[in-house]
């Protein structure tokens, strides 16, 4: 069984930090790769940012800048550093990993989320 833990969420005001942490563990392999999702109210879930299996990172649009993603392989973690905060970066948080499990199989995992709440 694998799982996801996130932690970091909370509460803060417009152009306030914030930094996500998420560490996968259980019958892992390996992971080929991490990063992080968000899902506001009444909207659909979108990507935020993510390494890609060659190393690469990619951002949305409406993070470049702001926020950073890195890593730690040997923890199998993934965190998000988020600075300049505005009120549309209110959402959930979901962190997931693309990684071979321990039944040597593929597969896609999620966090159970972390909620983000900036404050106008």
């Known amino acids: 069984q694998v799982q996801l833990v996130e932690s970091g969420g909370g509460l803060v005001q417009t152009g306030g930090s914030l930094k996500l942490s998420c560490s996968a563990s259980g019958s892992i392999l390996s992971v080929n790769f991490m990063g992080w999702y968000r899902q506001a109210p009444g909207k659909q879930r979108e990507l935020v940012a993510t390494?890609?299996?060659?190393?690469?990172?990619n951002y949305a649009d409406s993070v470049k800048g702001r926020f950073t993603i890195s890593r730690d392989n040997n923890k199998k973690s993934v965190y998000l550093q988020m600075n300049s905060l505005k009120p549309e970066d209110t959402a959930v948080y979901y962190c997931y990993a693309d990684l071979w499990n321990s039944a040597y199989a593929q597969d896609y995992y999620w966090g159970q989320g972390t909620q983000v709440t900036v404050s106008s």
């Open positions: 390494f890609t299996s060659a190393g690469y990172t």
